[in-house]
């Protein structure tokens, strides 16, 4: 388990819900990686992100499929690609990531409570 934190502290990670409208594969990541281009609703738009799910997805899976993400993370550039928010995920017992997704429909730009 990771140090303890207070509710301050989780409130400052900005988790919402968004709508991957766009998906292509990544060559030039050292990692094999996927570039995603999701739609977090209205007030944030869409982010791009990079990420390490090419075990279990393939871009054209992921186009309408909706996700988890922090969206308040600065940019980091990615070789070419700059990421602009953090898909989130599970490592598997193999250690491929595993998408964190609602199991039930919410509207794009929902923030995780």
């Known amino acids: 388990m990771s140090d303890l934190i207070g509710i301050d502290d989780f409130l400052k990670v900005d988790i919402r819900v968004g709508t991957v409208t766009r ?21 944030i738009g869409e982010k791009k992100s990079s990420a390490q799910i090419t075990v279990h997805y393939a871009p054209e899976d992921l186009v309408g499929k909706k996700v988890l993400g922090v969206v308040n993370f600065p940019p980091r550039q990615i070789g070419p690609f700059m990421s602009e928010a953090l898909v989130l995920g599970f490592h598997d017992e193999d250690n491929a990531v595993v998408l964190a997704i609602p199991d039930k429909d919410v509207p794009n730009g929902a923030r995780l409570c």
Not at 26 to 42: N, S, T
């Open 23 to 43: 998906a292509e594969p990544f060559p030039e990541a050292r990692k094999p990686a996927i570039k995603l281009w999701v739609d977090y609703g209205p007030g």
